[in-house]
């Protein structure tokens, strides 16, 4: 008899993100690091092992050495498993046919027999690249009660921004009636998360038809979901409403990294009842000089501070020298702010060296945008780095 599991879930970790600019320049989105000492896939991951999710297919496209290695075996969600357990899949050459992942549902496609090998009654689809917390047991429980053939969790947004989303309108009870990606004139606020849970046999027969269709994008929100609402099948919502903030710009992300910091923070990632698991860097304890002030500020293993940190959050080993400035700020691991240099309101990458003196960003002003410095990108002294500006090389005057 077939060994099977009840759920198997499916990260979509291959894309490009592009609006994070120099940040994803060699990195896929769900590697960028966030909140001193997690990477975006942290949350996801975390999610699935807490819910009693313990066999996961992480899907892998767009720049995935620094993703695949972070990921490793699985040991840190404990998902190294002899059964199951997290497996990287790549776009891989079939017998008669080789390609790239051609959107989400196709994504899924290539990997049905990763999906089969398992048997599962049930197929859990998720995003790489959103910073939340959330029981999928409690949403496969309500598909289960619903007998939904899909089931999507989804979320109030506010109707300004509901033409950024996937919209779902639905009736009293729930069940969904109409799906629309990204509307122009939006019907409700119900937006959809980009997390689905679907009866395993449905989702296969949807997605075979799906890759027969020459006219179809390839992708669920455009093609799969309308499909199986126009075929009358079961569509169920699920409303989710705790913290979910999609990082996919370099303003979202800045924003979700300051919803860490304070006393009562908006995020709490030190929920030891919902725990983030993550590869922690080995690093001695941070060393806080006689000159150095940190205020408000999320501060990493390994780190040096002998200037001034405020309002921000640090990745591990970072090192701000002695009259340095650092506000409003994220500074990602082993970067270098040097003697009298300011940063603030800035993204800035890893492995960055801010030169003396230099002047990164301006003081935060909602009408300022936000500066961005691609990893391993060298600022040399004295230099300003005006608002806005988004680097990938090295600055020198």
Request: aromatic share 8%; glycine share 8%; hydrophobic share 40%.
């Amino acid at each position: 008899m077939q060994r099977k599991k009840e759920c198997v879930a499916m990260l979509l970790a291959g894309g490009q993100g592009s609006r994070l600019y120099a940040l994803t320049t060699n990195i896929a989105k769900p590697a960028v690091a966030f909140g001193a000492k997690y990477r975006i896939i942290d949350f996801p991951l975390s999610n699935c092992i807490n819910s009693g999710i313990d066999t996961v297919g992480v899907l892998t496209q767009y720049q995935p050495l620094i993703l695949n290695e972070y990921i490793g075996n699985g040991q840190p969600w404990d998902l190294d498993r002899t059964y199951g357990g997290v497996h990287i899949l790549s776009p891989y050459q079939a017998k008669t046919s080789s390609s790239w992942y051609a959107g989400t549902a196709n994504a899924i496609y290539q990997n049905l027999h990763f999906m089969k090998m398992y048997n599962p009654e049930y197929v859990l689809i998720l995003s790489g690249d959103h910073i939340y917390k959330m029981d999928y047991a409690a949403m496969l429980q309500e598909h289960k009660d619903t007998n939904a053939d899909c089931t999507i969790a989804a979320i109030e947004v506010p109707l300004s921004e509901a033409s950024r989303f996937g919209i779902l309108n639905t009736n009293p009870d729930g069940s969904i009636y109409q799906f629309e990606e990204k509307p122009k004139v939006p019907k409700s606020t119900l937006a959809s998360m980009g997390i689905y849970i679907f009866k395993a046999e449905k989702l296969f027969k949807y997605l075979e038809a799906d890759d027969a269709n020459p006219n179809s994008s390839k992708d669920f929100g455009k093609d799969v979901l309308p499909a199986m609402l126009n075929a009358g099948e079961k569509m169920q919502s699920y409303r989710f409403q705790g913290y979910w903030k999609d990082v996919g710009t370099v303003a979202s992300l800045w924003q979700a990294n300051m919803d860490l910091l304070g006393t009562d923070p908006e995020f709490d990632v030190g929920d030891k009842a919902w725990k983030i698991h993550s590869r922690n860097p080995l690093a001695p304890p941070e060393h806080i000089g006689a000159n150095g002030v940190v205020k408000n500020s999320m501060i990493a293993l390994g780190c040096e501070i002998d200037g001034v940190v405020e309002n921000s959050v640090l990745g591990s080993n970072v090192v701000v020298e002695k009259g340095a400035v650092v506000k409003d700020a994220i500074l990602l691991a082993n970067s270098v702010v040097k003697e009298g240099a300011v940063v603030s309101y800035s993204i800035i990458d890893e492995e960055v060296t801010v030169g003396k003196n230099a002047k990164i960003g301006v003081e935060k002003d909602p009408n300022a945008e936000i500066v961005v410095l691609g990893r391993g990108l060298t600022v040399a002294d004295g230099v300003t780095v005006s608002e806005g500006q988004k680097h990938e090389k090295d600055i020198m005057a």
